[in-house]
């Protein structure tokens, strides 16, 4: 079985989308990265989300960001369907939330 028949993934032949700035290219190719633009930098998982609260803070962090507020959404979905998690995810929440209200991120 070949890779193109094993992966059923709606956006498995999709084209690339960089992790720094959402461009359509490779994130290691990607020349706002190397030209080390704080300005450039946007996430675009939160650029694509419906919440209007979540897309206006695309623009302060990379999608490979841990205090992203879709990966934090994601995480907590996770853990709340992990039995015994719920300690673990209280206390990342808790840890999340008071991080990305440090760097302005939510």
Same mark, same amino acid.
Not at 33 to 42: F, M, N, P, V, Y
Not at 83 to 95: D, F, H
């Given at each position: 079985?070949?890779?193109? =028949?094993?992966? !059923?993934?709606?956006?498995?032949?999709?084209?690339?989308?960089?992790? %720094?700035?959402?461009?359509? %290219?490779?994130? #290691? =190719?990607?020349?706002? #990265?190397?030209?080390?633009?704080?300005?450039?930098?946007?996430?675009?998982? *939160?650029?694509?989300?419906? =919440? !209007?609260?979540?897309?206006?803070? *695309? !623009?302060?962090?990379?999608?490979?960001? @841990?205090?992203?507020?879709?990966?934090? @959404?994601?995480?907590?979905?996770?853990?709340?369907?992990?039995?015994? *998690?719920?300690?673990?995810?209280?206390?990342?929440?808790?840890?999340?939330?008071? @991080?990305? @209200?440090?760097?302005?991120?939510?």
């Amino acid at each position: 079985m070949s890779g193109s =028949d094993y992966c !059923k993934c709606k956006k498995y032949n999709a084209d690339p989308v960089c992790f %720094h700035c959402a461009g359509a %290219h490779k994130s #290691k =190719d990607c020349e706002k #990265k190397t030209a080390g633009r704080r300005s450039s930098i946007k996430c675009t998982n *939160c650029s694509n989300s419906k =919440d !209007k609260n979540v897309k206006d803070k *695309c !623009k302060t962090h990379s999608a490979a960001d @841990r205090l992203c507020p879709s990966y934090v @959404r994601e995480q907590s979905y996770i853990m709340a369907r992990t039995s015994g *998690c719920e300690t673990s995810k209280n206390s990342y929440l808790q840890w999340a939330k008071i @991080r990305q @209200r440090e760097l302005g991120i939510k």
